[in-house]
């Protein structure tokens, strides 16, 4: 009885054990997948603003915005 007492108990510790070790794995594939959809995310911004770059190259932004400021400036607008 003792020494199935004893087994019973070692029976107990492997079990909590591997639970232990079943939901380490479960929150590494959590986290795995989290992080394949951020790169997911990352990836289609990055297209976005490849697209955004063509239609509207940053030294055309730069000179409409300078043409605008001068514009403000000449009509007197503030930013008040």
Known sequence: LAKQ??????????????????NAISAKNREMYSMGRMADAVGKTTDTMKVMEKQLPPEKLAKNLDEFTRAQERLGVTDE
């Open 5 to 22: 007492l004893l087994q019973l108990r070692k029976q107990k510790a492997k079990s909590l054990n591997m639970g232990a070790r079943m």
